[in-house]
């Protein structure tokens, strides 16, 4: 009996459109974590449910056909997700438009079989399915099983304790590709306690069934998988859904709908929570700078601050949000002066004044805004030491700005991090991935792997742009924490979603790393600036295909490259050297640097300097004399020839021949020529440099023809003329 795994369904994005009449996202708006309202799309999405959204997706809410996703302006793509269909990018023509309503229109393909997905879900995990002599498995208990139209008779069973086996039949219709059976339950006897955490006026629905009341918040149900709905507001505005698992234990749920809001700014001051139509009562109507409130809908809320005009501000709170570091601006006097608004003209001392006088009464706002001043260069009022002394005073009230300026300004590292970790402490996304990054490469601190990853985490939730490939980094290179190639690869993915560049490359260099040359090339190529760890895996790729010119063109792009290229570069360098001998050289010279050892490289760039860089030259034949290279050696004693150390030069020369380096007699022979170093004899010179000759010495060659043209001897200079070409 074989075990088989149904494949998911491709949706079919049919088309999208702005609407322009709906007035939805406006008349029943959501704003992001920062204040500002969102866009609204509806996904027409017939026959399933149970269908999630990915990306910046702020709320979903599903109704019969639909899904509504509010999602925050500047929106590009989501990710359309279901256990029965293939993961679908769902990719807008244009950034989306707060306030703005749109519809995409989505549609499972035609039937291109005489089967049809059968979705069945049943109330264990594990649980296996037999139907037609086949056995399905689950882990989630629900399986999607493509069948034939018609009747089928089906086994369903578990290995868990207390469950029995259900046997039965289904009818599947086939006019669809996919097919929602009716829920298939295992008999159970054994019995589990479920005690419920759910707001007052909450409606509660337990496997589709309406539940009235609860004793004490609790009810016996039988063991095994249960969905639990909630849903509070006029008309259920507000609703969740959970599968909650009964199987081996009595559980306790929290099926409360309110999300909760922490206002971190402006600090030291009040602010009072209204609600707007058909918004839940708040927990408390007067909250405080950092204090927290739980609330579900959309409200006003109202600043008090003193010396500061009044402020509003609009927020929607959905089901289960989490917005801890809210922000809403205030403006004084000072402030109309600085920037010129509200019907005054822009005057730098009648702002400084303003300042100032709230800034001597301890106004944490105004010694910030009186230290931007002073720090600003067309105030003509600069005082760089009157404004750290503000920017101080306002950090030690805990003004979140003050202090990532002041870690901005200072110069000393440990200081910077102390300032950046009290804001991230504070509720600063921003501060909280600097720190984490800090801490990740012992910046200001000691390196600690797991405090990184624990903030990358937190300001991952707050969308701060590099923490999820940061986060896919630590799990890739295994910093702190076991390596994980498929953790890395889902974090790097979900940065790459929600716009990280950075991470699409990261994910493709990861890819490329781990065998998967060819898919990892494509994304590489497609990079405007590539890195340099890009650059090396392309022009690695390259140089594994034999395409030398493109290897090059990769590797001479890269600033730092990794040590384990030192042979590749030389090897390019041997290829180039015929025919581009300055870029194989800089070559040569980079493979060096990376520590590769290789003879040829130190010979060839001696040679290379001995009329440039004599210093440079002597370095490099040392390293291959070292090695007692014969040819490298016959260069240093043409270096010491050119240093007029003529012993020197005698001495290497005989060196290079010993060593079977025979073109060294032209060198030789030349001294003897003129008795440099060695007594002359002219008879010598000319015996040497023949045997140079015979070794296709070109030097000895020219050296013959040139002493025997002196000599009127024109058969000699025929023979070594011929010899020559």
Same mark, same amino acid.
């Given at each position: 009996?074989?075990?088989?795994?149904?494949?998911?369904?491709?949706?079919?994005?049919?088309?999208?459109?702005?609407?322009?009449?709906?007035?939805?996202?406006?008349?029943?708006?959501?704003?992001?974590?920062?204040?500002?309202?969102?866009?609204?799309?509806?996904?027409?999405?017939?026959?399933?449910?149970?269908?999630?959204?990915?990306?910046?997706?702020?709320?979903?809410?599903?109704?019969?056909?639909?899904?509504?996703?509010?999602?925050?302006?500047?929106?590009?793509?989501?990710?359309?997700?279901?256990?029965?269909?293939?993961?679908?990018?769902?990719?807008?023509?244009?950034?989306?438009?707060?306030?703005?309503?749109?519809?995409?229109?989505?549609?499972?393909?035609?039937?291109?079989?005489?089967?049809?997905?059968?979705?069945?879900?049943?109330?264990?995990?594990?649980?296996?399915?037999?139907?037609?002599?086949?056995?399905?498995?689950?882990?989630?208990?629900?399986?999607?099983?493509?069948?034939?139209?018609?009747?089928?008779?089906?086994?369903?069973?578990?290995?868990?304790?207390?469950?029995?086996?259900?046997?039965?039949?289904?009818?599947?219709?086939?006019?669809?590709?996919?097919?929602?059976?009716?829920?298939?339950?295992?008999?159970?006897?054994?019995?589990?306690?479920?005690?419920?955490?759910?707001?007052?006026?909450?409606?509660?629905?337990?496997?589709?069934?309406?539940?009235?009341?609860?004793?004490?918040?609790?009810?016996?149900?039988?063991?095994?998988?249960?969905?639990?709905?909630?849903?509070?507001?006029?008309?259920?505005?507000?609703?969740?859904?959970?599968?909650?698992?009964?199987?081996?234990?009595?559980?306790?749920?929290?099926?409360?709908?309110?999300?909760?809001?922490?206002?971190?700014?402006?600090?030291?001051?009040?602010?009072?929570?209204?609600?707007?139509?058909?918004?839940?009562?708040?927990?408390?109507?007067?909250?405080?700078?950092?204090?927290?409130?739980?609330?579900?809908?959309?409200?006003?809320?109202?600043?008090?601050?003193?010396?500061?005009?009044?402020?509003?501000?609009?927020?929607?709170?959905?089901?289960?949000?989490?917005?801890?570091?809210?922000?809403?601006?205030?403006?004084?006097?000072?402030?109309?002066?600085?920037?010129?608004?509200?019907?005054?003209?822009?005057?730098?001392?009648?702002?400084?004044?303003?300042?100032?006088?709230?800034?001597?009464?301890?106004?944490?706002?105004?010694?910030?805004?009186?230290?931007?001043?002073?720090?600003?260069?067309?105030?003509?009022?600069?005082?760089?030491?009157?404004?750290?002394?503000?920017?101080?005073?306002?950090?030690?009230?805990?003004?979140?700005?003050?202090?990532?300026?002041?870690?901005?300004?200072?110069?000393?590292?440990?200081?910077?991090?102390?300032?950046?970790?009290?804001?991230?402490?504070?509720?600063?996304?921003?501060?909280?991935?600097?720190?984490?990054?800090?801490?990740?490469?012992?910046?200001?601190?000691?390196?600690?792997?797991?405090?990184?990853?624990?903030?990358?985490?937190?300001?991952?939730?707050?969308?701060?742009?590099?923490?999820?490939?940061?986060?896919?980094?630590?799990?890739?290179?295994?910093?702190?924490?076991?390596?994980?190639?498929?953790?890395?690869?889902?974090?790097?993915?979900?940065?790459?979603?929600?716009?990280?560049?950075?991470?699409?490359?990261?994910?493709?260099?990861?890819?490329?790393?781990?065998?998967?040359?060819?898919?990892?090339?494509?994304?590489?190529?497609?990079?405007?600036?590539?890195?340099?760890?890009?650059?090396?895996?392309?022009?690695?790729?390259?140089?594994?295909?034999?395409?030398?010119?493109?290897?090059?063109?990769?590797?001479?792009?890269?600033?730092?490259?990794?040590?384990?290229?030192?042979?590749?570069?030389?090897?390019?360098?041997?290829?180039?050297?015929?025919?581009?001998?300055?870029?194989?050289?800089?070559?040569?010279?980079?493979?060096?640097?990376?520590?590769?050892?290789?003879?040829?490289?130190?010979?060839?760039?001696?040679?290379?300097?001995?009329?440039?860089?004599?210093?440079?030259?002597?370095?490099?034949?040392?390293?291959?004399?070292?090695?007692?290279?014969?040819?490298?050696?016959?260069?240093?004693?043409?270096?010491?020839?050119? &240093?007029? *150390?003529?012993? /020197? #030069?005698? @001495? !290497?020369? %005989?060196? +290079?021949?010993?060593?079977?380096? =025979?073109? $060294?007699?032209?060198?030789?022979?030349?001294?003897?020529?003129?008795?440099?170093?060695? &007594?002359? *004899?002219?008879? /010598? #010179?000319? @015996? !040497?440099? %023949?045997? +140079?000759?015979?070794?296709?010495? =070109?030097? $000895?060659?020219?050296?013959?023809?040139?002493?025997?043209?002196?000599?009127?001897?024109? &058969?000699?200079?025929?023979?070594?003329?011929?010899?020559?070409?």
């Amino acid at each position: 009996m074989s075990v088989l795994k149904s494949k998911g369904q491709e949706v079919i994005i049919k088309n999208f459109e702005e609407k322009i009449s709906d007035l939805q996202a406006r008349t029943n708006p959501r704003t992001d974590r920062n204040g500002n309202p969102c866009a609204l799309v509806k996904v027409v999405l017939p026959v399933l449910e149970g269908a999630t959204f990915e990306g910046w997706v702020i709320e979903t809410k599903h109704i019969t056909g639909e899904y509504h996703v509010y999602v925050p302006e500047g929106t590009k793509k989501i990710k359309l997700r279901h256990p029965s269909i293939l993961p679908t990018d769902i990719v807008f023509p244009f950034p989306l438009v707060g306030k703005h309503t749109y519809q995409v229109t989505a549609l499972l393909p035609q039937k291109t079989s005489s089967q049809t997905v059968a979705h069945i879900v049943t109330n264990v995990k594990n649980a296996q399915i037999v139907i037609g002599g086949n056995t399905y498995e689950t882990e989630t208990g629900e399986f999607n099983i493509p069948l034939e139209k018609g009747t089928h008779n089906y086994m369903l069973k578990t290995d868990i304790d207390g469950f029995n086996e259900q046997a039965g039949s289904f009818f599947i219709k086939g006019d669809d590709v996919i097919e929602n059976i009716e829920p298939i339950y295992l008999p159970t006897n054994e019995k589990r306690f479920l005690t419920l955490r759910y707001e007052k006026n909450t409606k509660l629905k337990i496997d589709g069934k309406e539940v009235k009341k609860l004793k004490d918040d609790m009810i016996q149900l039988t063991a095994g998988l249960h969905k639990i709905e909630a849903c509070i507001g006029d008309g259920d505005t507000w609703c969740k859904s959970e599968i909650v698992d009964l199987t081996y234990q009595d559980q306790t749920f929290d099926m409360s709908l309110r999300g909760s809001l922490c206002i971190v700014y402006p600090t030291n001051a009040e602010f009072k929570i209204i609600p707007e139509k058909g918004a839940l009562k708040p927990s408390k109507t007067k909250v405080k700078t950092g204090e927290k409130v739980f609330l579900l809908g959309d409200y006003k809320i109202e600043v008090k601050k003193n010396n500061y005009s009044k402020s509003m501000s609009s927020i929607s709170i959905g089901v289960d949000d989490v917005v801890d570091n809210y922000r809403i601006e205030v403006y004084s006097k000072g402030d109309d002066y600085y920037y010129g608004s509200n019907g005054r003209q822009k005057d730098y001392k009648k702002a400084y004044k303003e300042y100032k006088k709230l800034a001597d009464k301890g106004d944490d706002i105004a010694q910030f805004r009186l230290a931007c001043l002073l720090l600003d260069n067309s105030s003509n009022i600069y005082n760089e030491t009157g404004a750290m002394v503000n920017l101080k005073k306002s950090a030690a009230q805990n003004n979140p700005d003050a202090i990532m300026l002041l870690a901005k300004l200072s110069n000393n590292l440990n200081e910077s991090f102390e300032y950046y970790l009290k804001a991230a402490d504070l509720g600063n996304s921003l501060a909280q991935c600097i720190v984490a990054d800090m801490y990740l490469n012992g910046i200001g601190t000691s390196a600690n792997y797991k405090e990184a990853l624990t903030r990358f985490l937190i300001a991952a939730e707050d969308h701060q742009e590099n923490a999820l490939r940061s986060i896919g980094d630590i799990y890739y290179y295994g910093m702190g924490v076991p390596r994980n190639i498929e953790l890395a690869r889902k974090y790097y993915s979900q940065a790459a979603f929600e716009g990280d560049m950075l991470a699409l490359e990261s994910e493709a260099n990861m890819n490329y790393e781990n065998g998967k040359h060819d898919e990892a090339v494509q994304v590489l190529l497609s990079l405007e600036k590539p890195s340099d760890r890009s650059l090396m895996n392309l022009g690695n790729y390259y140089y594994n295909k034999k395409e030398y010119s493109a290897a090059v063109n990769y590797f001479e792009r890269v600033n730092n490259l990794d040590k384990e290229y030192g042979k590749t570069l030389a090897d390019l360098a041997d290829k180039m050297y015929e025919d581009d001998k300055i870029k194989a050289i800089s070559f040569y010279e980079r493979s060096a640097e990376l520590g590769f050892e290789y003879v040829t490289s130190f010979r060839r760039i001696g040679n290379y300097y001995l009329k440039k860089d004599k210093n440079k030259a002597y370095d490099f034949l040392e390293k291959a004399v070292e090695l007692n290279d014969p040819e490298g050696t016959c260069f240093m004693g043409y270096y010491y020839e050119q &240093e007029l *150390n003529y012993f /020197k #030069a005698v @001495e !290497y020369y %005989k060196r +290079a021949i010993n060593l079977g380096y =025979k073109k $060294a007699y032209a060198y030789i022979g030349t001294l003897y020529k003129n008795g440099n170093g060695v &007594e002359k *004899n002219e008879e /010598k #010179a000319i @015996e !040497y440099w %023949k045997i +140079a000759a015979t070794y296709n010495s =070109k030097v $000895a060659i020219k050296n013959l023809i040139k002493y025997y043209k002196y000599k009127h001897n024109q &058969e000699e200079i025929n023979k070594w003329i011929k010899r020559l070409n």
